[in-house]
Every structure is written in structure tokens, then in C-alpha cells.
């Protein structure tokens, strides 16, 4: 049975899904939310709906062939109509903070890509000011301390993420560190800092790129637009 978080995710990864129109391209993000709306696209694939994605994950991926929802690549397109991903944290200007699954650099890739990029969450993820979850941060492995004493000087606790013991690493080839800045007032602000500094890749700041947020409850769903 279901708890009352994932009712949320899945009511919403459906409503975003039952959205998409014929002959679109989807960017499709990463994460348990994104699992609903990967298998309820595939469902509709089924019953005649021609679309074709590209994955930010070998995760989602493998969940796309398994649905049979029809892939593709950026060498075959040059953008994406719509990107649909979950997210940490959703904030009231829809700034949002991503990365928890460690997909971080290609969601931010397939965000930028897509006219309209859609935020799939429940509940809990929405917050008045972002931080409460720790920031994710991608860095090259090649002198990852380097980069990690440049970060802490911006004013944050950080962790190396580990899977298992192992340090964690991402389908980039990378690591990530889960980075506590406490609360975040300028979002857009920080992320340029982190971007500064050398051998930090991306960061899961999402600043003023979602244009909409379907919000999972435990009956319905709600949405806000940007
Ligand atoms: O950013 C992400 C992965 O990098 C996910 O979208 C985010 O962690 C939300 O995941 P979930 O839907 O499982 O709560």
C-alpha cells in the first residue's frame, strides 16, 4: 500500500504525464515522482500516443524501455518541447533545490533544454525558503578537496555523498557533495558563486527555470505557475 508521500508523487507524475501532447519531446527527469509519470506515459504510448524522450538518468532509462516509452538523444534533437522532473524543494518563487538521486547535471541539462520545464511533487516538498535539505553538488573526482575547501568558504557544512561505504558516484563519473548552507535568500546568487569555483560541475539549484509545479495530496493535486 501506498503511504501518503508516495499517493502524492504518483498523483502528480499522472496528472503531468495525462498533460503531454502528440509529437512531443519530453525531457524526463529523475527520481521515485518521475517513476509515476514515466510508467503512466508509457501506458498512454500504448494506447497510440506518439511521443519520444530523452532520460536524465540510467535509472529512468531503464524505466522508459521497460514502459516503452520511445527514446532519443540530442544528436537527433535540438530541443525538448517539455521537461517534466521532481525535485527536493520547491520554494514560493519556484526556485527550486535537486539532485537527491545524484542526476543533478543532466536534469539541469534537459531543463534548459525544454520550452516548459514541469515540477512533479508532493506535498512536503514545498517550503517558504529554500536549505532545509542540503544543497547536492557535483564535482570533478580530480582534486575534489580543492574544490570542497572553496565551497565550505562560502559559508556551508558539506558530506561527501556515499552509497553503501562506497563514495558515491554519479552517471557523470563524478561525486557529489550534499552541502548545508542553512537557509538559502538568493538562490541564483549562490549558484553563481558555487559555478565559480574550479572543478565544481553543476549545482542542484534550479533558479528561475520552473514555469510549473503540480503539487501530489492525498485526494488531488494543486498547481502553480510561474
Ligand atoms: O533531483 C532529483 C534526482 O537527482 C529528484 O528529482 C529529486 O531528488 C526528487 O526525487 P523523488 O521524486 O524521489 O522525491
Known amino acids: 500500500m501506498l503511504g501518503e508521500k508516495d499517493i502524492g508523487k504518483k498523483l502528480a507524475g499522472e496528472q503531468a504525464a495525462n498533460e503531454v501532447q502528440d509529437g512531443m519531446k519530453v525531457g524526463l527527469g529523475s527520481g521515485s515522482t518521475v517513476y509515476w509519470m514515466v510508467k503512466r506515459l508509457g501506458e ?41 522532473d521532481g525535485a527536493d524543494e520547491v520554494d514560493e518563487n519556484l526556485n527550486l533545490i535537486k539532485g537527491g538521486g545524484g ?12 520550452k516548459k520545464f514541469v515540477i512533479i511533487v508532493d506535498q512536503s516538498k514545498v517550503v517558504t525558503q529554500l536549505g532545509a535539505y542540503p544543497l547536492p553538488v ?27 561505504n562506497e563514495i558515491f558516484v554519479t552517471d557523470n563519473g563524478n561525486y557529489i557533495l550534499d552541502c548545508d548552507f542553512g537557509m538559502i535568500p538568493n538562490p541564483e546568487e549562490l549558484h553563481k558563486q558555487l559555478k565559480m569555483i574550479v572543478g565544481v560541475v553543476e549545482t542542484g539549484l534550479f533558479a528561475n527555470m520552473a514555469d510549473k509545479v503540480i503539487i501530489g495530496g492525498r485526494e488531488t493535486t494543486k498547481t502553480i505557475e510561474a
Open 138 to 164: 557535483e564535482v570533478l573526482p580530480f582534486g575534489w578537496e580543492m574544490a570542497a575547501k572553496s565551497i565550505e568558504a562560502l559559508g556551508c557544512e558539506w558530506k561527501l555523498r556515499r552509497r553503501n
Open 44 to 84: 498512454r504510448v500504448q494506447q497510440g500516443l506518439k511521443v519520444e524522450g530523452i532520460p536524465s538518468s540510467n535509472q529512468t532509462e531503464q524505466w522508459a524501455k521497460e514502459f516503452g516509452v520511445p527514446l532519443t538523444n540530442f544528436s537527433q534533437v535540438d530541443y525538448l518541447d517539455v521537461t517534466i
Open 103 to 114: 542526476a543533478l547535471f543532466r536534469e539541469k541539462v534537459i531543463a534548459e533544454a525544454a
